[in-house]
């Protein structure tokens, strides 16, 4: 009796192992509600359980960020030092200082009490161009949220900014467009009505590395970007879910086999 029971939790230890190991395979990304439009499913690089970041596109989608996304959105939780850190677009020591340098970032106060302003440096963080909520509200008609974890935050992620960006179209004829609004069906938290105008065209950003810069392109890279601001460990999670799942699929059959050969003779 007390056997039995032995060879029934080892059963079961093994079946477990193999549960968890398939919990480990990723889940559809796709859109859960049925709100909006339909979600075009880019086939980027970091999906599947062994994808990791497109550094060329990770540093294109940064620098759309950076000409175009940052005159009205902040990224307050991305570092310039993170720009350099394995993972991410991996720029060099030397490209992230001077990346930083660019920009100039309020310090203090100084001795005598006054902030100041000094160029960037690593451990900055990326200045706002706002001072505040309220200011960016009066002058853009709504809150531009900030964008380090907006892929996270939105059903569909990195597929709905994408679609965001490019999905402006004529208002249907029963929708009335406000002074300073814009249609946008994939905008469903506005009901298709959306305070940013059309952010990307054809041509507007100029890549260095013989990228076409298409609307499209810029739409996609820098939906890339902002994936990798709102989850940078995303490579280093894939690898461990990995190694997790290759360990538990080994101990189920271990535990599977060991089983069958110390019971064979107890039927
Ligand atoms: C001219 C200013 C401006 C520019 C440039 C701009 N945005 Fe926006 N963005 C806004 C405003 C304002 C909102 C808030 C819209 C609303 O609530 O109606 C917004 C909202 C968003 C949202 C949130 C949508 C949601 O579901 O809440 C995302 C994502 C976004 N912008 C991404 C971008 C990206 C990426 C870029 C660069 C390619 C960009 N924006 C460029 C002003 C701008």
């Known amino acids: 009796m007390k056997m039995k029971m032995i060879q029934k939790l080892t059963l079961a ?44 596109q990770l540093r294109r989608g940064y620098k ?21 850190e394995p993972g991410g677009p991996e720029f060099t020591g030397p490209e992230v200082k001077a990346l ?28 706002a161009p706002y001072a505040n909520e309220e200011a960016a509200a009066a002058s ?8 380090s974890l907006v892929a996270k935050s939105r059903v569909g992620g990195p597929d709905y900014i994408h679609a965001l960006m490019i999905g402006y179209t004529e208002a249907p004829a029963d929708v009335t467009v406000p002074a300073g609004g814009y ?7 506005g009901s298709g009505i959306i305070a940013m ?3 990307l ?4 950003v100029d890549y260095d590395d013989g990228t076409p810069n298409t609307a499209e392109q810029m739409s996609q890279d820098v939906s890339a970007f902002l994936m990798w601001t709102a ?11 990995f190694q997790v799942m290759a360990y538990l699929l080994a101990l189920a059959g271990i535990l599977f086999f060991a089983t069958r050969k110390i019971w064979a003779d107890q039927h």
């Open 13 to 56: 230890a093994a079946v477990a192992s193999l549960a968890m190991a398939t919990a480990f395979l990723p889940a559809g990304s796709a859109r859960a509600s049925a709100e909006g439009p339909e979600l075009h499913e880019v086939d980027w690089s970091f999906n599947g359980p062994f994808g990791t970041f497109d550094r060329s």
């Open 64 to 84: 759309v960020y950076k000409e175009v996304c940052a005159t009205c959105h902040s990224m307050q939780y991305v570092h310039f030092r993170n720009l350099g």
């Open 100 to 127: 930083a340098a660019g920009y100039q970032v309020q310090d203090g106060p100084d001795l005598s009490g006054d902030m100041f302003e000094r160029p960037g440096e690593g451990k900055d963080v990326f200045p």
């Open 140 to 147: 853009l008609g709504a809150y531009p949220p900030d964008l």
């Open 183 to 189: 249609y946008n069906p994939y905008f469903t938290a």
């Open 197 to 199: 105008p059309p952010p």
């Open 201 to 204: 065209s054809d041509g507007q």
């Open 231 to 241: 989850e940078p460990k995303l490579e280093a999670r894939h690898r461990l879910g």
